[in-house]
């Protein structure tokens, strides 16, 4: 690359949670400034949250509305180059249609879209445009996670057979949404949240871990959703048994009200040779258990040769100094950063650049979302145990 990127923010101002973690993730290789913002529906944290960032307050708008057009009427040396959106999931669809209309790649939280009809819609235009839109699912950033998808992909494990992977939260097992948690609110409102609580905001994350890691597609699947706390309006707790199209079997745990839990996420998968086994909480390191040999732990580290490209690609320090979430969420902007990048100067991006979540993630994720609930209101998947 040539020069930075510029990046124009929509959301994620001082009221917010989210913009504060893609600001970090997208600076942390130097590749992408943050050049204007509208940054709250809320003018005055909009002016506060610009003054803050150092913005300009000519490039501090009220509206994305406002932002899009302006900066698409600014000289090609000057406007941005990409439009990050860090809204509630209502509020996805518009701004991003609108930037990419006017010529913007996107970056855009997850779920992509508010319903799976809106997904299509970004990406009818998208081949329209032939622009770049990156999805923020930021557990495929680790390296580890890379190192599990290419194992599987080289056939080391030898056929995939199983796959558990889970997602337990513990944050909302008060009802947190009636005692002035923000976040709690929009999250558990089906007017801003979508269709599903749980399994849009987390259990999207769990099926797209499953599937970049073995790279097959869930093709079935039969599901429960729960509301757990009393007086909730939307589901707190599920679990989905899974089909994937390369004939393995799967399970899916997501739940809300797992008191006491962070972000436990942890998936393994099993095939005819051996297992993998990776857990947010040791980001680090890849457990690999043998059928007929001792079970290895690998780590993540710069200088390891023995990883794949892909994980060493993702790896920005020497073996034994912890990487976590930020450097995770840096490598998904530095990806699309270098893609965008080969992009503007006629260039090839490679493999390794070219691996964030797109929008055919977006895409999955909300049909996900969408036969999920559709499974869970059935009355024909359970069998009685009955003597």
């Given at each position: 690359?040539?020069?930075?990127?510029?990046?124009?923010?929509?959301?994620?101002?001082q009221?917010?949670?989210?913009?504060?973690?893609?600001?970090?993730?997208?600076?942390?290789?130097?590749?992408?400034?943050?050049?204007c913002?509208?940054?709250?529906?809320?003018?005055?944290?909009?002016?506060?949250?610009?003054?803050?960032?150092?913005?300009?307050?000519?490039?501090t708008?009220?509206?994305?509305?406002?932002?899009?057009k302006?900066?698409?009427?600014?000289?090609?040396?000057?406007?941005?180059?990409?439009?990050?959106?860090?809204?509630?999931?209502?509020?996805?669809?518009?701004?991003?249609?609108?930037?990419?209309e006017?010529?913007?790649?996107v970056?855009?939280?997850?779920?992509?879209?508010?319903?799976?009809?809106?997904?299509?819609?970004?990406?009818?235009?998208l081949?329209?445009?032939?622009?770049?839109?990156?999805l923020?699912?930021?557990?495929?950033?680790?390296?580890?996670?890379?190192?599990?998808?290419?194992?599987v992909?080289?056939?080391?494990?030898?056929?995939?057979?199983?796959?558990?992977?889970?997602?337990?939260?513990?944050?909302?097992?008060?009802?947190?949404?009636?005692?002035?948690?923000?976040q709690?609110?929009?999250?558990?409102?089906?007017?801003?949240?979508?269709?599903?609580?749980?399994?849009?905001?987390?259990?999207?994350?769990?099926?797209?871990?499953?599937?970049?890691?073995?790279?097959s597609?869930?093709?079935?699947?039969?599901?429960?959703?729960?509301?757990?706390?009393?007086?909730?309006?939307?589901?707190?707790?599920?679990?989905?048994?899974?089909?994937f199209?390369?004939?393995?079997?799967?399970?899916?745990?997501?739940?809300?009200?797992?008191?006491?839990?962070e972000?436990?996420?942890?998936?393994?998968?099993?095939g005819?040779?051996?297992?993998?086994?990776?857990?947010?909480?040791?980001?680090?390191?890849?457990?690999?258990?043998?059928?007929?040999?001792?079970?290895?732990?690998?780590?993540?580290?710069?200088?390891?040769?023995?990883?794949?490209?892909?994980?060493?690609?993702?790896c920005?320090?020497?073996g034994?100094?912890?990487?976590?979430?930020?450097?995770?969420?840096?490598?998904?902007?530095?990806?699309?950063?270098?893609?965008?990048?080969?992009?503007?100067?006629?260039?090839?991006?490679?493999?390794?650049?070219?691996?964030?979540?797109?929008?055919?993630?977006?895409?999955?994720?909300?049909?996900f979302?969408d036969?999920?609930v559709?499974s869970?209101?059935?009355?024909k998947?359970?069998?009685p145990?009955?003597?």
């Amino acid at each position: 690359m040539t020069r930075k990127l510029r990046m124009g923010m929509v959301g994620g101002g001082q009221d917010a949670f989210i913009g504060a973690i893609h600001r970090l993730a997208a600076n942390m290789d130097g590749l992408i400034e943050l050049s204007c913002g509208a940054l709250s529906i809320n003018p005055e944290v909009a002016k506060a949250s610009g003054k803050a960032l150092f913005l300009t307050e000519s490039r501090t708008y009220l509206t994305y509305e406002e932002m899009i057009k302006a900066e698409a009427a600014l000289p090609a040396d000057e406007r941005i180059d990409f439009v990050t959106i860090v809204t509630p999931n209502f509020a996805h669809f518009a701004p991003a249609m609108m930037a990419l209309e006017h010529g913007f790649n996107v970056v855009i939280e997850k779920p992509i879209t508010f319903s799976l009809e809106e997904a299509k819609l970004l990406e009818k235009k998208l081949k329209e445009t032939g622009l770049t839109l990156c999805l923020t699912h930021t557990y495929s950033g680790y390296p580890m996670v890379k190192q599990a998808k290419a194992m599987v992909r080289e056939g080391q494990l030898g056929k995939i057979r199983k796959v558990w992977v889970e997602y337990p939260q513990g944050w909302l097992s008060k009802l947190s949404e009636r005692e002035g948690n923000a976040q709690a609110a929009w999250r558990t409102d089906p007017k801003k949240s979508g269709k599903s609580s749980v399994m849009g905001d987390i259990g999207t994350h769990a099926a797209h871990l499953a599937e970049y890691i073995t790279g097959s597609r869930i093709t079935e699947i039969c599901a429960e959703l729960n509301t757990l706390v009393e007086g909730r309006v939307m589901d707190d707790d599920g679990a989905v048994m899974l089909k994937f199209d390369n004939g393995a079997k799967g399970v899916l745990m997501a739940s809300q009200v797992a008191a006491g839990e962070e972000n436990a996420v942890k998936i393994r998968v099993y095939g005819e040779k051996g297992g993998i086994e990776w857990l947010q909480h040791e980001p680090n390191s890849l457990i690999v258990k043998w059928l007929e040999e001792p079970m290895q732990i690998l780590r993540a580290g710069s200088n390891y040769g023995h990883l794949s490209s892909f994980a060493r690609h993702n790896c920005r320090t020497p073996g034994g100094h912890p990487e976590g979430y930020l450097e995770a969420f840096a490598n998904i902007y530095r990806n699309f950063a270098l893609t965008l990048g080969c992009k503007i100067e006629g260039t090839q991006p490679t493999p390794e650049m070219l691996d964030f979540p797109s929008i055919e993630d977006g895409l999955r994720g909300m049909a996900f979302i969408d036969n999920v609930v559709l499974s869970a209101q059935s009355d024909k998947k359970w069998t009685p145990n009955v003597l």
